[in-house]
């Protein structure tokens, strides 16, 4: 068990860096902890009668991405003295979950987007009712997957899990941010509270689902769940706020999805609410944070620091 | 624990029922658990902000139906020696994931249906985009709500029911049989190989399930499980035909829903492939098999009877 009561707290993480003579390199340390997850993830779902519904799951499953959830799931649980073991299973079930949730937000009814990492969405590719269907396949599945694959870990702890992420994804959650988010849309004065319970609930719950259950399974104690709780929701907000200045930004070969969305839907975001340098400033500052909770964990906490750091260093 | 190695097997159930004794009022026993469901179900969702999604969620949740899941559910618990504290956080998770199934069913994408139980479909009075929502919230909801609110019961046993129901609705039950259902509409010669499997998945594994985590709460061994398995089967297929032909011979106002709606939309349908005798007597058939598999419980079977009786005779 890791402790977070280390005394020794320093403002700067390069200098606790420095102090322990670590190396640390997170490109690495991201493609081969992707490269585990798309293994799983291709193994989690073998195609059978109804084809078409497989298909449907496994196409935005295996559509890429930064698998930033399942990364933070495994790299929590290794924090804590878990295995890799351990956490795979709900790493796939939290990138299940994510997936769900992108295929229905790209729904027409929703945001009707017709790409997505650079590929045509679900319901472009397979209609409506199969993307409708794919997202409660995978969301039901990712509750089954866990419960039934996950090994080596306490029947009570799992259970916590189940619950977390439920919650997570819940009007508790994923749904009560997205909701908010569509409410909000084309309203004049949007506030800032509300900017920050859409993004708290659409984006940040799952991402603090992901940190919170990889230490959760490995068996942290509370004070190590709360650190890792700041960790979570800073990160989760600063990865908000860049990718609102991306979608002003960045073109769309570096997105992959359309970019200028925000705009013309008249959606609430950080760079309307205060500017592009300021939005800027505000996700360092959140980074900064970040990392200075997990000083006491030293070398110990330097995937979760790569990782924030590439939140804002991201071009996509 | 039951056994189920009773020697005593016989083959009529009413003689069974004579032997022991025991008067059993089948429509008190459906009216006091279904208060009881209704009663923890209005309980299970306070409203709060975002309100707009919690009142969508209540509002197919609470419109009524015969709450035919959780009342299993109870049954089966109450058959292998649990008690109802145990069930009624799954029995309220079951109500909750069909109701986030007929939500999304009811979508235009899928059946477009207008009303159900009487009342406007979810997304005509909420809109598309809350009823997708309103669905994922149930469904995510349903896990964390049994996770956290059962007692008494141990988190393995538990975390098999997490994986029972979400079995029961992902591509392997709900969501598969859903698929093959739409891929068959319109279809000539829909075989009777297809139309078993869209029912056996489309609504007899959320039935089966219903049955089997009752009984696994309290810790049924599993020659419960089989008989219990079998008996979920065959309610679950004559549930289904009793549907089909319901929709084709009740009423508006029997039904709460539109009636004719398969003819109209050439749905698969056994009244189309049997015709309607030959439809009830197969129903019948397969009650009678359901109940004999149940004779070496003896009066402890009695509500699991009855609702085997209540299915065929059912006009709703």
Request: glycine fraction near 8%.
């Amino acid at each position: 068990m890791i402790s977070a009561d280390n005394p020794h707290f320093t403002s700067s993480v390069k200098a606790k860096m420095a102090v322990d003579g670590t190396s640390f390199d997170l490109k690495e340390f991201l493609a081969v902890r992707r490269a585990w997850v798309e293994e799983s993830l291709d193994a989690s779902i073998p195609v059978t009668y109804p084809e078409k519904i497989y298909e449907a799951m496994r196409y935005s499953l295996m559509a890429g991405g930064k698998r930033l959830r399942p990364i933070l799931c495994l790299a929590t649980c290794d924090l804590a003295g878990g295995t890799p073991e351990m956490a795979m299973p709900t790493a796939c079930a939290l990138e299940m979950i994510h997936t769900m949730s992108l295929i229905h937000d790209d729904l027409p009814a929703m945001d009707n987007d017709d790409y997505r990492r650079g590929k045509l969405t679900n319901h472009k590719v397979f209609g409506e009712d199969i993307a409708i269907l794919a997202g409660d396949g995978l969301l039901a599945y990712a509750f089954e997957f866990l419960a039934i694959q996950t090994k080596g870990v306490p029947a009570e702890r799992l259970l916590k899990v189940v619950a977390r992420l439920g919650h997570a994804v819940a009007a508790t959650g994923l749904v009560g941010g997205q909701v908010v988010d569509l409410e909000s849309e084309g309203a004049d004065n949007i506030t800032l509270k509300t900017l920050n319970f859409i993004h708290a609930h659409k984006t940040g719950a799952l991402l603090e689902a992901s940190v919170l259950s990889g230490a959760e399974l490995a068996g942290a104690d509370t004070s190590v769940l709360q650190r890792l709780s700041t960790y979570a929701g800073n990160i989760g907000l600063a990865f908000q706020i860049i990718d609102d200045v991306l979608d002003v930004t960045a073109t769309y070969e570096e997105l992959g999805k359309t970019a200028g969305k925000d705009i013309q839907s008249q959606k609430a975001t950080y760079p309307s609410l205060w500017g592009i340098e300021e939005s800027q400033r505000q996700a360092q500052a959140l980074i900064d944070e970040a990392k200075e909770v997990l000083v006491p964990y030293g070398a110990k906490a330097l995937p979760l620091l790569g990782i924030a750091d590439f939140i804002t260093a991201r071009k996509s």
